[in-house]
Structure formats: structure tokens, C-alpha cells
């Protein structure tokens, strides 16, 4: 069974770091590209970042490019998300979701975790 | 930035068709994917690639993408259906994914 469980979520003041991790389990890990999506409180879906297999390719949405870093650790079975210059802007659920294709033109998400809720506030 | 574009609400009676869209600049050059988000829980799979659907997810259904337009239908709706839907694709020009504002179903 395909697991994804996020950790890390938190209180942090403006401006602060936080780190997220997604430990995955049920399938292999290092043959699939990851992504970051996040939800604000009583808003939408919004993607946040991908990775691919190897963890040498990388893309950011404009809102989070240069602040957020995302990585992984195949011989961990983990995904990260380094979130640093936190914003009240932020403050949403974090989910990690797999993406069950390898090719870069693309992207769908076939199994989410539950989430992980990041406050932004002082 | 790709924009996609959803109804913010949708009602049906159950046992009726609902129709969610989404539009897109030439959205049907894209593949399109649909996910089923209840309260407290994580979205899930309903439709990938415009109409295929995961195993699991029933026949009722489908989805269909042309032109600047791609559609969620669900077939004999059940008051189960009752949750927010979104629409996603990947913007190849800008390599960042894009969801639609989502669309909230309500099953009278």
C-alpha cells in the first residue's frame, strides 16, 4: 500500500525556517518524481514544487522561488521541503503527492499525504 | 502564468449529470486532471489524462477536454459526491503545475 506521511508543520514567526519531510513507503521511491502542493485555511489547491527521481531537477513556483528548497533522499525513502523567509502568506497545509509519470512536459498526482498544517505568525 | 478557470459553485439534485468546467487557453492541447477534495481530507485522483480513470474510481465518472474547455461529468450523482473538485495540468511554458480554483458540489 502506497503510504505518503508528512512532518515538520508548525508555528513559526515571520521570517523564520521550517522543514518538512514526507516519508514514503509501498512502493519505490527513487522511480518516481515528487511534488509539494499546499492549501491555505478555506482555499485552493496550489502546487508548490517538483523533484525529480534523482533529485537532480527541480522547479518552484514564482511564489516561493528563491525562499523554498525542495530534495530528497532516495536511501531514506524521504522528500524534503526547506522553507526559509517564512510569510503569513505561507500558513497553509502542506502535501506531498506522487507523481506516477517520469517525464518532465507533465504532471498528475496519484497518491497525497494527509497533510501538514505550517502557521506563519507572530 | 497558465490560468485555469472554475465555477466557484455547482448544485444537482442526486441521481442527475453535474458538469464542472474548467477553461484554459487551448486547454485541449494539455492533458487535464481532476481531483475530489472532502472536508479534512486529502484530494484524491477522480480523472487523469482528460478521461481515464484510476482503479477504484467508479464508471460514473468521466471527463472529457477540446478546445479551451475540459469538463468533470458525473454521471447519477450521490449525495457522496458532495465535495470540491479541481481541475490540474502542468504549464510546460513556465514548468510550474496549475490548479483551477476548485468548484464546490453541492448535492441537493
Known amino acids: 500500500e502506497v503510504q505518503l506521511v508528512e512532518s515538520g508543520g508548525g508555528l513559526v514567526q515571520p521570517g523564520g525556517s521550517l522543514r518538512l519531510s514526507c516519508a514514503a513507503s509501498?512502493?519505490?521511491?527513487?522511480?518516481?518524481?515528487m511534488h509539494w502542493v499546499r492549501q491555505a485555511p478555506g482555499k485552493g489547491l496550489v502546487w508548490v514544487s517538483r523533484?525529480?527521481?534523482?533529485?537532480?531537477?527541480?522547479s518552484y513556483a514564482d511564489s516561493v522561488k528563491g525562499r523554498f528548497t525542495i530534495s530528497r533522499d532516495n536511501a531514506k525513502n524521504t522528500l524534503y521541503l526547506q522553507m526559509n523567509s517564512l510569510r503569513a502568506e505561507d500558513t497553509a497545509v502542506y502535501y506531498c503527492?506522487?507523481?506516477?509519470?517520469?517525464?518532465?512536459?507533465?504532471?498528475?498526482?496519484?497518491?497525497w499525504g494527509q497533510g501538514t498544517l505550517v502557521t506563519v505568525s507572530s | 502564468s497558465y490560468v485555469l478557470t472554475q465555477p466557484p459553485s455547482v448544485s444537482v439534485a442526486p441521481g442527475q449529470t453535474a458538469r464542472i468546467t474548467c477553461g484554459g487557453n487551448?486547454?485541449?492541447?494539455?492533458?487535464v486532471h481532476w481531483y475530489q477534495q472532502k472536508p479534512g481530507q486529502a484530494p484524491v485522483l477522480v480523472v487523469y489524462?482528460?478521461?481515464d480513470r484510476p482503479s477504484g474510481i467508479p464508471e460514473r465518472f468521466s471527463g472529457s477536454n477540446s478546445g479551451n474547455t475540459a469538463t468533470l461529468t458525473i454521471s447519477r450523482v450521490e449525495a457522496g459526491d458532495e465535495a470540491d473538485y479541481y481541475c490540474?495540468?502542468?504549464?510546460?511554458?513556465?514548468?510550474?503545475?496549475?490548479f483551477g480554483g476548485g468548484t464546490k458540489l453541492t448535492v441537493l
Open positions: 503527492a506522487r507523481d506516477p509519470e517520469d517525464y518532465g512536459d507533465y504532471a498528475q498526482f496519484d497518491y
Open positions: 509501498g512502493f519505490t521511491f527513487s522511480s518516481y518524481w
Open positions: 523533484i525529480n527521481s534523482d533529485g537532480s531537477s527541480t
Open positions: 487551448n486547454i485541449g492541447s494539455k492533458s
Open positions: 489524462d482528460d478521461s
Open positions: 490540474q495540468v502542468w504549464d510546460s511554458s513556465s514548468a510550474q503545475g496549475v
